[in-house]
């Protein structure tokens, strides 16, 4: 247990250092918490800090100063009385002169004498820590005690509540400060009750009857009565209750009770009373009141409304006339109109016309005040405007006239109200007060009963509008050539417009009983059901594609934006396929535009390897003519070398050249880098210098290797096209990570880690309004005819297809970086190509026939003079009849090698008629065309191979075996 005000360790202090350990052994096996000092300063300085007890071998405190100790015993507080436990060899410890001066200093003591039991030893202090527990509960009581007395203490003060006791016996009252201040006395103990009682107002003292010899047992009942304090003089009422308590050893009786300020009290009493007394008066007023509100809030015709206001008026104010005088909305002059009128004729007005703007009616006319006259015929303000002086002929008998002005909420004057009394000085400040209140819910009906019209006006529009745009609205989701739809999570289409019927095919009642998914391509079901998920999910898509299944079997790709709401999913998709196929025309046209500039290069290099071919083997020719043969194999190898390199070039022109779509794969950026360095050479150019610069440890990327290929060839042909001069094409890799903050500083980028592919020349460089349209597609700075414009464009799109980002860096004059980013990829590494040992060439192991049908003559006789060498049996043909013939007839055929290209009848034709007769044929096809590759997926059944043109001979050995065997094991 750590130390703390609440600590239960025992603190151990020995002579002897085994001794310690030992005890401090013995009471950690007790699960008691324990520490060990190493002399007498240390043990003072851990009481400090909190103990639960002290066990003390008397060794240890032989011949040292106890002042310490003594000091920290003596100062402990009044609750605690700290144990300790000596350890001592020496007997009757009640004679012993060191443990008696030991028990003076120490007071709680315990004597344990050597040899000592364990279980004595941990039982003792166990008992010791008991009473330290002890200790610290009656420490709690206390301090809840003190913190309840001032508690106490502080209500007393901010309630203004006094304490006192009185000892009847002496007259004498022990009070306390608080008492004191309430009376008004100075601070003191004690204060005799008379002096109390000439305190009380001479009305109340009556009350008094703690003045008795023998005090009545309602002496100290609650009573109210009031002083008058002597340091003030001002009087204030006071309360005051107590009751007797009984001294059992005197027997005397003691009155203990509190007073306190009840003033405030008192006069809010005073003052409800006031209240109740003129609620009672204005009751009358106050349900004519209501009954007007509740009538003005139910009215909406407004010269109903002003009718009951005036006629509630003439009731409320004893008005023997009343008048309501309208100004109408908008109106330029100061013209207003009597609308409402009580107490007399409409003919009184007729002759008098509308009231006039005067100075003495101006404040309630403009909405400003109310105007109050107690007699308007001698009122200056009114008498003395011409052309009449006091009231106009035919005006009807008033004295008293009082003008209440009703205003809008808008703040504008609406018009006034004119109340009348032939007598003088009829309407008070009271009528004034309530004609205002009444005149304010007028104005708020009013200005109701016109809203009322004006909505009512305004919905009938709405109706009209909103019917409008319903028609418009269901217009456009017949006429909309997007496919408009309703759909819940489960998929179920709710409903569709017409343009589903005309792109699909399908009827609204087909669509209307099937599910989305039923209609999605089955390769894109996956990504649609997670589309769907993240919708119920409250995420909206944008610009999401997928294939629908048109009513005739086909597919169409469509583009979907699709918002949840309100449980369901409402989508419009756009019918894009015509546009992804014009797309991929316009790849394949840039792809053919970047092979057209490869040619130029390509031509010279393919001439020089075939210069290699033919002169190799001239020379071999001359040399087998001459009977020479001891120098053949130089010229044979470097034939072979160059025709090596000839059928690289060319299977790296024919995948370049492929129409694919995207297909990611997991792609390591180096080797593919590194893997076109010859072929960029040849398309660069003598005078242009490349450089690669490939980063160590560059992660993996998934993209279509192809695609990337495609958009470094292009990137280092338009830097090539930028060095006319000739120059340098730097080529850099790298890891790089883009933060949220470059992020959010450039459009459509997310954060992470991507790989980087830096192109960087010398070339002429790009202005900045070149650089901001680079990307645009069919944008391009070159001549008519030398360019289409869709190399950036192609590349940036294959970025942003990919999920990365391309940037241009151009100044012009000082050339140009393109970075390509494309997003790092985690997942399983693309295992490396190892190039194993040629083996020796297999060998049939009985009489097999091999059919080769191959229209070309150089390869065909090249063929079966391998499988001769092989120890086949050969058979040959050189066109498709001629091969169907031989496999129709009741020759041994084992395996068939044909071209696919062929006259009269291809290879596959071939290997379809043949295996009509011969169900079990084995096929290997020849191709020189890499684009028939993609033809493996669905072009091959089984038993049927391809290999492509050029193979080496060993190759086409090993293939032949692999098959054979195969059809063994079958």
């Not at 052994?25 to 043990?43: E, F, K, S, Y």
């Not at 009473?131 to 809840?144: K, L, S, V």
């Amino acid at each position: 247990m750590r130390p703390g005000p609440n600590s239960e360790r025992a603190l151990i202090l020995c002579a002897d250092e085994g001794e310690g350990t030992l005890i401090a052994r013995l009471l950690a096996d007790g699960q008691m918490p324990c520490a060990v000092c190493g002399d007498l300063p240390a043990l003072a300085g851990e009481l400090a800090g909190g103990a639960g007890l002290a066990l003390i071998a008397d060794q240890a405190l032989v011949d040292v100063d106890l002042s310490a100790l003594r000091d920290w015993i003596t100062g402990q507080p009044s609750w605690s009385d700290f144990p300790f436990i000596i350890l001592t060899d020496r007997a009757e410890t009640d004679r012993n002169p060191l443990t008696a001066h030991l028990s003076d200093i120490l007071g709680n003591v315990s004597f344990v004498e050597r040899p000592f039991q364990a279980t004595s030893l941990l039982s003792l202090a166990r008992t010791a820590v008991r009473g330290r527990r002890r200790q610290y509960e009656a420490r709690a009581r206390i301090e809840e005690l003190r913190d309840g007395q001032e508690r106490l203490r502080f209500a007393q003060e901010a309630g203004r509540i006094g304490t006192f006791e009185l000892v009847a016996e002496t007259g004498m009252v022990n009070v306390s400060e608080a008492f004191c201040r309430l009376w008004g006395l100075d601070v003191r103990s004690t204060v005799a009750l008379s002096e109390l009682y000439e305190l009380v107002v001479p009305q109340d003292r009556p009350r008094i009857k703690t003045l008795a010899n023998a005090l009545p047992g309602d002496a100290l009942a609650y009573t109210e009565y009031r002083i008058r304090r002597p340091d003030t003089g001002e009087v204030r009422w006071i309360a005051r209750q107590g009751e007797p308590v009984s001294d059992t050893a005197t027997g005397a009786s003691r009155y203990f009770g509190v007073t306190y300020d009840i003033t405030a009290q008192k006069r809010a009493e005073a003052d409800l009373r006031e209240s109740r007394d003129q609620l009672a008066n204005e009751s009358e007023v106050l349900e004519l009141l209501n009954r007007t509100t509740s009538a003005l809030a139910a009215e909406l015709d407004p010269d109903k409304l002003v009718q009951q206001v005036v006629e509630a008026g003439v009731a409320l104010t004893q008005a023997a006339y009343g008048a309501f005088f309208y100004k109408a909305r908008g109106a330029a002059d100061d013209s207003f109109t009597l609308v409402s009128l009580a107490g007399a004729d409409a003919a009184a007005f007729t002759v008098l016309g509308a009231p006039r703007i005067t100075p003495m009616f101006e404040p309630t006319f403009r909405g400003l005040s109310v105007v109050r006259s107690a007699d308007i015929a001698t009122d200056p303000r009114y008498g003395d405007n011409a052309p009449y002086l006091g009231l106009p002929p035919g005006h009807l008998p008033v004295r008293s006239y009082l003008a209440v002005p009703v205003v809008s909420r808008s703040g504008d004057g609406v018009g006034a109200l004119l109340f009348g009394h032939p007598e003088p000085d009829m309407f008070s400040a009271r009528s004034e007060r309530v004609m205002s209140g009444l005149a304010a819910q007028a104005a708020i009906a009013i200005d109701n009963a016109h809203l009322f019209k004006s909505v009512q006006g305004a919905r009938e529009t709405l109706e009209q509008r909103v019917e409008e745009r319903t028609r418009e609205r269901d217009r456009m989701w017949r006429l909309s050539g997007d496919l408009l739809n309703v759909f819940d999570a489960a998929g179920r289409l709710i409903a569709v417009n017409r343009a589903w019927t005309s792109v699909l095919g399908w009827s609204e009642a087909e669509l209307l009983s099937a599910r989305v998914l039923d209609l999605v391509h089955p390769d894109d079901a996956d990504a649609a059901r997670e589309k769907i998920a993240i919708l119920d999910g409250g995420t909206a898509t944008l610009r999401y594609e997928n294939r629908y299944r048109t009513r005739d079997g086909g597919y169409r790709r469509i583009s979907w934006t699709a918002s949840p709401e309100a449980g369901l999913f409402y989508a419009i998709g756009r019918d894009i396929t015509e546009q992804r196929d014009m797309e991929e025309q316009l790849r394949q046209s840039q792809k053919m535009e970047a092979v057209g500039q490869l040619t130029g290069g390509i031509a010279h290099d393919f001439n020089n390897l075939l210069q290699g071919i033919t002169g190799s083997l001239d020379i071999v020719q001359r040399r087998i003519a001459q009977g020479r043969m001891s120098e053949l194999e130089r010229f044979i190898s470097g034939a072979m070398t160059s025709a090596n390199r000839a059928a690289a070039l060319t299977h790296r022109l024919l995948a370049f050249s492929r129409r694919q779509p995207l297909d990611p794969k997991p792609v390591k950026a180096n080797p593919l880098v590194a893997s076109m360095e010859d072929l960029l050479r040849r398309t660069l150019g003598e005078r242009i210098a490349l450089e690669l610069v490939l980063a160590g440890g560059l992660w993996q990327t998934l993209c279509d290797p192809n695609q990337l290929e495609n958009a470094i060839l292009n990137l280092c042909i338009n830097a090539r096209d930028a060095m006319a001069d000739g120059g340098r094409l730097t080529i850099e890799t790298c890891n790089a990570h883009l933060d949220g903050a470059y992020a959010a500083s450039v459009r459509d980028v997310r954060p992470g880690q991507y790989i980087c592919i830096c192109v960087t020349d010398t070339g002429s460089g790009m202005s900045s309004e070149v650089m901001s349209r680079a990307f645009d597609p069919f944008f391009t700075t070159k001549p008519i005819g030398q360019g289409t414009g869709l190399g950036l464009s192609m590349i940036y799109g294959f970025a942003r297809q990919s999920e990365g980002y391309a940037k241009i860096y151009s100044e012009a004059g000082k050339g140009t970086t393109v970075k390509l980013y494309l997003p790092r990829y985690r997942g399983t590494a693309v295992a490396e190509e190892e190039v194993g040992t040629p083996a020796a060439l297999p060998r049939p192991e009985q009489d097999e026939t091999v059919l080769v049908v191959e229209d070309e003559p150089v390869v065909r006789g090249l063929i079966v003079e391998v499988l001769h060498e092989l120890g086949y049996h050969a058979l040959e043909a050189g066109d498709g009849p001629e091969g169907l013939k031989i496999l129709q007839s009741d020759m041994r055929i084992d395996l068939l090698v044909t071209d696919i290209g062929l006259p009269g009848l291809n290879g596959r034709q071939i290997a379809d008629a043949a295996r009509v007769a011969r169900p079990d044929l084995r096929v290997l096809f020849m191709t020189g065309y890499a684009e028939n590759a993609a033809m493996a997926n669905g072009f091959l059944e089984p038993g049927m191979e391809m290999i492509t043109k050029p193979f080496p001979l060993d190759a086409l050995a090993l293939r032949l075996r692999e098959m054979m065997e195969r059809a063994e094991i079958r």
